[in-house]
């Protein structure tokens, strides 16, 4: 089991920048995939980043060059610096971690990029 408990989200203008956190509750060394996944208003959930134990990174197309995903193994947490921040970013961002056959979800941070 691992609770994953996300900050950093609120109000930002379009062109800002933003930094979540997402910090786990045990040690995410053993955790092959953590990633991030937003869902706007009537809109399916959807991955945004993913970074694997080795480092390795995906993105989507749409964040590609604006978000960039992390992991600090030692203090068990995940970023994602979000730049260049545009309205359509606005949604509830949701932090995961893929353990084998299990996945554990945090309970999500708002952002919202509005001028």
């Known amino acids: 089991q691992v609770q994953l408990v996300e900050s950093g989200g609120g109000l930002v203008q379009p062109g800002g920048s933003l930094r979540l956190s997402c910090a786990a509750s045990r040690s995410i060394s053993s955790i092959y995939l953590m990633g991030w996944y937003r869902q706007a208003p009537g809109k399916q959930r959807e991955l945004v980043a993913t970074?694997?134990?080795?480092?390795?990174?995906n993105y989507a197309d749409s964040v590609k060059g604006r978000f960039a995903i992390s992991r600090d193994n030692a203090n068990d947490t995940v970023y994602l610096q979000m730049n260049s921040l545009k309205p359509e970013d606005t949604a509830v961002y949701y932090c995961?971690?893929?353990?084998?056959?299990?996945?554990?979800w945090g309970q999500g941070t708002q952002v919202t990029v509005s001028s």
């Open positions: 970074i694997t134990t080795q480092g390795s990174t």
């Open positions: 995961k971690a893929t353990r084998g056959a299990f996945a554990f």
